[in-house]
């Protein structure tokens, strides 16, 4: 059996993370698993005190603590025994990635580095499917009737979250959480840093990265997967 490729990708607020880790798991055979996807259906599906109490924190906005979000993380990894996979947005905190390489060697961990300006740009023009978390964005990848989902049809709303002050505050935390992990990961030498303004120029470039340490699948270097 081929040995399973583990990987995390970091980066801050409108990076581009959903969109990259969508070509990798899509190119690479990877699974993807999101963090905020799962603790968003943990909250949906899930009255349970752990369900309550997660969503008291993401209406707040706030970091789910470590013990709560790594207790059930954890369990959701060992779902994927046997399977190559791709983390985003855990680990987020040190405390989450010291719980994570307890259990996990990691063979590499991408670190996504855009301009704040350009990340301005992208929130400005940033469409989103509320019930399911479907991301748009007006130039990039447009849905195909304006204002509306794709697959539901339903309308696309603008996040307070993705206005320039709110942002920057955002940005701020990111930097400030991320880089005892960062600095974790670039000692373990597994920590990759792509930079750029555009998702399909540090694309090509990643890819050949991961097309040197894992096999493809669905090797189409530039194909982008639907959803
Ligand atoms: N690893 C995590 N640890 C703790 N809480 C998390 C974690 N991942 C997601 N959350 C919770 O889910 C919410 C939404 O996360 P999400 O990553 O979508 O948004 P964000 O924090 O604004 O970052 P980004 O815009 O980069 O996606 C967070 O505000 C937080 O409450
Ligand atoms: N204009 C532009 N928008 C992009 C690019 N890459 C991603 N986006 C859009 O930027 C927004 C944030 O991307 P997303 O992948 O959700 O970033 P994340 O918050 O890091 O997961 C979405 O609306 C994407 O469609 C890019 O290269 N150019």
Same mark, same amino acid.
């Given at each position: $059996?081929?040995?399973? /490729? ?18 990798? !798991?899509? #190119? /690479?055979?990877? +699974?993807?698993?999101?963090? !905020?996807?799962?603790? +968003?259906?943990?909250?949906?599906? #899930? ?14 906005? $706030? ?18 025994? =046997? ?5 985003? =947005? /855990?680990?987020?905190?040190? =405390? +989450?990635?010291?719980?994570? #390489? ?5 063979? %590499? *961990?991408?670190?996504? #580095? *855009? ?7 992208? %929130?400005?023009?940033? &469409? ?9 964005? $007006? @130039?990039?990848?447009?849905?195909? *009737?304006? =204002? ?17 002050? !709110?942002? %920057? ?27 750029? @303004?555009?998702?399909?120029?540090? &694309? ?24």
């Amino acid at each position: $059996m081929a040995k399973l /490729f583990r990987a995390v990708i970091m980066g801050p607020p409108g990076s581009g993370k959903g969109t990259i880790s969508k070509r990798i !798991a899509h #190119n /690479f055979g990877l +699974q993807y698993l999101s963090c !905020a996807h799962f603790l +968003q259906e943990l909250v949906a599906t #899930n009255k349970t005190e752990a369900g309550v109490l997660v969503k008291s924190y993401i209406d707040k906005r $706030m970091l789910v603590p470590d013990q709560v979000v790594t207790k059930l993380m954890l369990p959701r990894l060992e779902q994927l025994s =046997g399977h190559s996979w791709l983390l985003e =947005g /855990f680990p987020r905190t040190l =405390g +989450q990635a010291q719980a994570l #390489n307890e259990l996990y060697q990691l063979d %590499m *961990v991408i670190s996504l #580095n *855009v301009p704040f300006e350009t990340l301005r740009e992208r %929130m400005s023009d940033k &469409w989103i499917h509320p019930a399911s978390g479907r991301v748009y964005n $007006m @130039t990039f990848n447009p849905p195909r *009737v304006k =204002g509306k989902d794709d697959i539901t049809g339903e309308p696309l709303v603008q996040s307070e979250i993705d206005k320039p002050e !709110a942002l %920057m505050a955002r940005l701020r935390h990111y930097k400030d959480v991320a880089k005892p992990v960062l600095d974790l990961y670039k000692s373990q030498g597994i920590l990759h840093s792509f930079s750029g @303004t555009d998702t399909d120029r540090i &694309w090509p470039y990643m890819n050949s990265i991961l097309s040197a340490k894992l096999p493809t699948p669905n090797s189409e270097s530039h194909s982008t997967p639907t959803s």
